[in-house]
């Protein structure tokens, strides 16, 4: 209820923590600013801390990991926050093609390999980026997945055309 009570709790603070070598592009916090406001009002604002995680974490990282991540990064905030933390990871070595996991109401997961590879025919991955995060910050709001492919709460998405971009849901 953090994210959608503002009365209760006045303001979201999001950390992004990230892997070395995995990062995300450079607008897609702007856009997903854009997009949380549209479905939580937090009268004190919302702020977004970046910060790199310890280099021993590995490239292909299991539950255990996932795991470890959450106690060894537990958020350190105001009381009234909601507070929403992100991991840029490279690889979820027991499901290498999920592009992101929420693992509970207040982490989510991102997989750069996956997203990568749903992107390949993009630009670039920040619309991947996007609608993974906004995807799993639905089920984090009660959402759950929906069949078909033109909604971003779809259970899966695929890279599916041939040598032409895909169409990336990056809005709710």
Known sequence: FAYALDKEFTKLNMAIYHQEGQALS??????????????????EAI????????????????????NYLIKSYPADWACKTAVLQIFVLKKYAPLPTYAGLGK???????????????????????????ST????????????HIDG???????SVENITYNLPSTILTSY
Do not use: R, W
Request: hydrophobic share 35%.
């Open 26 to 43: 450079p607008n897609t916090l702007n856009k997903l600013l854009q997009e949380i406001n549209k479905v939580i009002q937090k009268p």
């Open 47 to 66: 702020t977004i801390k970046d910060f790199s995680l310890e280099k021993n974490i590995p490239n292909e990282t299991t539950d255990e990991d996932l």
């Open 133 to 144: 995060i906004l995807h799993e910050f639905g089920h984090l709001l009660g959402a759950e």
């Open 104 to 130: 509970d109401d207040s982490h989510i997961f991102l997989f750069m390999d996956a997203i990568k590879d749903v992107a390949d025919k993009q630009s670039s991955s920040q619309g991947v980026e996007i």
């Open 149 to 155: 492919q033109d909604c971003i709460l779809s259970q």
